[in-house]
T-cell receptor, first 113, second 115 residues
Framework: AQSVAQPEDQVNVAEGNPLTVKCTYS??????LFWYVQYPNRGLQFLLK??????LVKGSYGFEAEFNKSQTSFHLKKPSALVSDSALYFC???????????FGAGTTVTVRA | GAGVSQSPRYKVAKRGQDVALRCDPI?????LFWYQQALGQGPEFLTY????????KSGLPSDRFFAERPEGSVSTLKIQRTQQEDSAVYLC?????????????FGSGTQLSVL
């Protein structure tokens, strides 16, 4: 079985400050890890993914994430947050032997001006 | 179209009514997924198609839920005898080849409200 935990329901930061959204995962084999973002009344949009290789992956809109196998974590980061980054962020995992993508409950990010 | 299209955008149904939700994936995409997203929750997997074959329907919550993709393109999710607990946003997603490392492209969803 595969699962994702996002321990924070909400993250609030000031514009220009670093942003971190936490994610831990559980899979039976090697994980495929993803981050998606959801804006109001819109579908989920892909941000980045980790499949293999370099533990630091870079994605859209200046976001990056670090894969840590020993801590089973895949935290999303942005060095300098923008007000337009305010949205709902989902971490997701897919096991090597499964088709479906399993999502966390989501973290609401609010960036104040 | 350029993206995944879902219709209707909103659906209000009376308890016991049957509903049909449509998904038009990106042209040529092999894989198609249906997810259910309850208010304040992450998407929950319902079912997966590779072309016209339904390879996984383990997430369908009951036998009232049925999905099809007869020609390997458009898909329909049907819910019979709707109940209040079926109220949710139903998301459709597609991907090009069906490999596990691929990203999914999501539609905007159908918001179902059962009264």
């Amino acid at each position: 079985a595969q699962s994702v935990a996002q321990p924070e329901d909400q993250v609030n930061v000031a514009e220009g400050n670093p942003l971190t959204v936490k994610c831990t995962y559980s899979v039976s084999g090697n994980p495929y890890l993803f981050w998606y973002v959801q804006y109001p009344n819109r579908g989920l949009q892909f941000l980045l993914k980790y499949i293999t290789g370099d533990n630091l992956v870079k994605g859209s809109y200046g976001f990056e994430a670090e894969f840590n196998k020993s801590q089973t974590s895949f935290h999303l980061k942005k060095p300098s947050a923008l007000v337009s980054d305010s949205a709902l962020y989902f971490c997701a995992v897919r096991d090597l032997n499964d088709y479906k993508l399993s999502f966390g409950a989501g973290t609401t990010v609010t960036v104040r001006a | 179209g350029a993206g995944v299209s879902q219709s209707p955008r909103y659906k209000v149904a009376k308890r016991g009514q049957d509903v049909a939700l449509r998904c038009d994936p990106i042209s040529g995409h092999v894989s198609l997924f249906w997810y259910q997203q309850a208010l304040g929750q992450g998407p929950e997997f319902l079912t997966y198609f590779q072309n016209e074959a339904q390879l996984d329907k383990s997430g369908l919550p009951s036998d009232r839920f049925f999905a099809e993709r007869p020609e390997g393109s458009v898909s329909t999710l049907k819910i019979q005898r709707t109940q209040q607990e079926d109220s949710a946003v139903y998301l459709c997603a597609s991907s090009l080849e069906g490999t596990r490392g691929e990203k999914l492209f999501f539609g905007s969803g159908t918001q179902l409200s059962v009264l």
